[in-house]
């Protein structure tokens, strides 16, 4: 497999789509940063992880009155074969700021907006919302 991360991300969006309540993945170190910013901005009730296996059980986060999933998309947007950086100031903002993106920066997996008070730019790797 070349690209592990749009596995992860691809993992949790069929999970969603089939109203899954926990899904396991693969874990790697990018994907416990990735995880850990999912859960601190509220699109998953929980993870947990397993290092005896080396994988992750992420808890999907549904309103219990719509059924609907807190994660409406995401998306992955710089591949292996096509990486798209992004400096401080041209950070994008996911449906005006309602959204997330996940950015690798040289201090670590942060969100836009945390990147862009640090005035460091990176790597983007995922929207979501």
């Known amino acids: 497999m070349t690209d592990t991360i749009a596995d992860f991300l691809t993992r949790i969006r069929n999970a969603v789509m089939a109203n899954h309540r926990i899904v396991e993945v693969p874990a790697s170190n990018v994907k416990k940063e990735i995880t850990k910013i999912l859960f601190t901005k509220g699109y998953i009730l929980s993870y947990k992880f ?42 994008p903002r996911v449906l005006n700021g309602l959204g997330i993106a996940i950015v690798s920066t040289s201090k670590g997996i942060m969100t836009d907006k945390e990147a862009r008070t640090q005035n460091i730019g990176g790597e983007v790797i995922c929207y979501v919302y």
């Open 50 to 91: 397993d290092d005896e296996n080396r994988t992750i059980k992420i808890a999907l986060k549904y309103n219990p009155e719509t059924k609907e999933s807190a994660i409406q998309s995401i998306t992955r947007v710089s591949t292996p074969g096509l990486r798209k950086y992004a400096s401080s100031k041209d950070l």
